[in-house]
T-cell receptor, first 116, second 113 residues
Framework: DSGVTQTPKHLITATGQRVTLRCSPRSGDLSVYWYQQSLDQGLQFLIQYYNGEERAKGNILERFSAQQFPDLHSELNLSSLELGDSALYFC???????????????FGPGTRLTVL | DQQVKQNSPSLSVQEGRISILNCDYTNSMFDYFLWYKKYPAEGPTFLISISSIKDKNEDGRFTVFLNKSAKHLSLHIVPSQPGDSAVYFCAGQIYNQGGKLIFGQGTELSVKP
């Protein structure tokens, strides 16, 4: 158990819908990262938050957004869903921002999103 | 732009023998490299890391070797055990880019009894 929790475990929805994935980082970790793992792709970095502020952005679609709340939990919002958004979405957390220091990340169990 | 590549999608090894998983990278800005192990229906679990200024790091049965001139790293597992069967991902990290990990595609290791 990494200490990172993600809900829900599974999500099935229809095209055009909007969903919210939730992540609670390990106790004491200030950074949260979101990754997407599709069938034909490896783990792709989406976005990072550090202590409530956006720190880094990957190839995240404009239909996707995220935020980190004062209690440090994070939510990833996916809207206007398409079939191709079906994937595993992982959240990871770490103590530091990753700037200038080695930064081990601990991953949650993931949310499997299926868009029908 | 695949900055980290794991060219072998799968590897099968006999229990007790050595497993060697390979990873190539193109971005010479990486400061750290990490290996993660992933079981089905679970998130990736950190295994071992190596700084770009080192050429070897060892932790029990796991050793990672880094060849900067060849932009190549490898993970050695000795001896391999059936419980090591999983997908292994290597990842690169650049300090001043927030700590995001750039992952390879993964190699599925199967250790047969």
């Amino acid at each position: 158990d990494s200490g990172v929790t993600q809900t829900p475990k599974h999500l099935i929805t229809a095209t055009g819908q909007r969903v919210t994935l939730r992540c609670s980082p390990r106790s004491g970790d200030l950074s949260v990262y979101w990754y997407q793992q599709s069938l034909d792709q490896g783990l792709q970095f989406l976005i990072q938050y550090y202590n409530g502020e956006e720190r880094a952005k990957g190839n995240i679609l404009e239909r996707f957004s995220a935020q980190q709340f004062p209690d440090l939990h994070s939510e990833l919002n996916l809207s206007s869903l398409e079939l191709g958004d079906s994937a595993l979405y992982f959240c990871a957390s770490s103590v530091a921002t990753g700037t200038g220091v080695y930064n081990e990340q601990f991953f949650g169990p993931g949310t499997r999103l299926t868009v029908l | 732009d695949q900055q980290v590549k794991q060219n072998s999608p799968s590897l099968s090894v006999q229990e007790g023998r050595i497993s060697i998983l390979n990873c190539d990278y193109t971005n010479s800005m990486f400061d750290y490299f990490l290996w993660y192990k992933k079981y089905p229906a679970e998130g990736p679990t950190f295994l071992i890391s190596i700084s770009s200024i080192k050429d070897k790091n060892e932790d029990g049965r796991f050793t990672v070797f880094l060849n900067k001139s060849a932009k190549h790293l490898s993970l050695h597992i000795v001896p391999s055990q059936p419980g090591d069967s999983a997908v292994y991902f290597c990842a690169g990290q650049i300090y001043n880019q927030g700590g995001k990990l750039i992952f390879g595609q993964g190699t599925e290791l199967s250790v047969k009894p």
